[in-house]
């Protein structure tokens, strides 16, 4: 059995886990900082690098405990060397490159972004033992706090981007949002909760004409939302005051806002998922499963959106369970597993870190990293 050890320290989690070669997790440990950041009301890239600092060897080491191996019994060392903040990046792959150079072992220097799209393959232990055999052409989505990207997928690690937001990831608008609507910090999961019981139809929104029919962009849905919340702004520039404050909510209508903000960007999403499915079908093959991953999909109401639109138009849906939709290391390691699995033996340790994903604009990738 050929285990890897995953790293993650992109953002704020500190994370690693050793997955095995069908792609079992068979240990997972992730060090949240949420406590160090709720002060500022997101993350602090200073406070997150240092708090890697001090998390990361405990965190690695408890990976390996976890899994019942010693490092001597690791096959290869996983990174996420991009895209990220890169002082908390710098730290995860500082570790990963020694722990590699020190024990002679391969080193794969992975994208986030395509370690989310593919994070649905992995199993957990008490998962079938066969590997899940996907069917291909695909389409992939990718919604996370920085990346809501959607992709045409003709083989496992074979991706072209299709769209992407022009402006705020879909997990970044629902934080802003939900700190418009006075929640705390993690925006996300705290919007989700409060969205609960809300009316999901209380406040429309217009979905975005954009240059690309497979592009997404958020932000008039936060200006909407930003109005509705504080009303309409009096007077000009620096002078200018919002007639209301988030604090004047009652709460139902904190709950109604909640639901329709949410519904709104996952509306978006689908309608770009259906568009691009519908391409896909007219010029070549239709897709025939769906990948998703990305801290977003952790939500319900989303999961139950996808699921539904899946079955509706007859396509295998491979999403992660919750705990590796957002940011984990066994996703990390599945996909350096996926990467040893079709042949690759690895990058060298001189592979930079790097801010931007491979998909980033003006990057065509054929095989993913
Ligand atoms: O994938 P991820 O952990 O980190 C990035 O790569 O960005 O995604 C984090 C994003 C945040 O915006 C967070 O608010 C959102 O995922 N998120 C959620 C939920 N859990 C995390 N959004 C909606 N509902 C959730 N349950
Ligand atoms: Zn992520």
Redesign the pocket.
């Known amino acids: 059995m050929k285990c890897i050890l995953g790293i993650e320290s ?2 704020d ?1 500190t994370a690693a886990s050793v997955v095995d070669d069908r792609l079992r997790v068979r240990s997972s440990v992730v060090a949240s900082q949420d406590e160090l950041h709720a002060a500022y009301g997101g993350v602090v890239p200073e406070i997150a690098s240092r708090a890697h600092l001090e998390r990361i060897v405990p965190v690695m080491q408890k990976a390996v405990d976890d899994a019942g191996l010693r490092l001597d019994d690791l096959a290869a060392i996983a990174v996420g060397v991009r895209p990220g903040l890169i002082g908390s990046l710098l730290v995860g792959v500082s570790a990963a490159k020694g722990l590699a150079w020190a024990r002679m072992l391969p080193f794969y220097g992975v994208d ?1 972004v395509a370690a ?1 799209l593919f994070a649905g393959l992995l199993r957990t232990s008490d998962a079938a033992d066969e590997p899940m055999r996907p069917e291909f052409p695909a389409l992939g989505l990718v919604v ?4 809501t990207s959607l992709f045409q997928i003709e083989g496992v690690l074979e991706c072209a981007l299709l769209g992407r937001t022009i402006d705020d ?1 879909v ?2 608008a ?2 802003k949002a939900a700190h418009l609507l006075g929640l705390p910090h ?4 705290n ?2 909760r409060c969205a609960m019981g809300g009316d999901a139809q209380a406040l429309r929104f217009t979905s975005p004409r954009l240059p690309s029919a497979l592009d997404f962009s958020l932000s008039g849905l936060k200006t909407k939302l930003l109005y509705e919340v504080r009303g309409v702004p009096q007077g000009r520039g620096a002078q200018s005051v919002f007639p209301r404050a988030s604090s004047d909510l009652d709460e139902s209508r904190r709950r109604d806002l909640a639901a329709s903000f949410q519904h709104a960007a996952f509306a978006q999403v689908l309608e770009r998922l259906t568009t691009a499915h519908d391409a896909m079908s007219e010029k070549s093959a239709p897709a025939r499963t769906l990948f998703v991953g ?3 999909v ?3 109401t ?1 999961r139950a959106l996808l699921t539904q639109w899946c079955s509706s138009r007859g396509l295998s849906l491979v999403v992660p369970e919750q705990r590796y ?3 984990n290391a066994a996703m990390i390691a599945g996909l350096a597993q996926l990467r040893r699995l079709a042949g690759d033996q690895g990058d060298d340790l001189s592979t930079p870190t790097e801010p931007v994903s491979l998909f980033a604009r003006g990057r065509k990738p054929t095989r993913v990293q």
């Open positions: 992109s953002c989690e986030h989310h996370s706090g920085g990346h990831a997990g970044e629902l934080d993690p925006g996300g999961p919007l989700e990305g801290g977003v952790a939500n319900a989303l939709c957002v940011d």
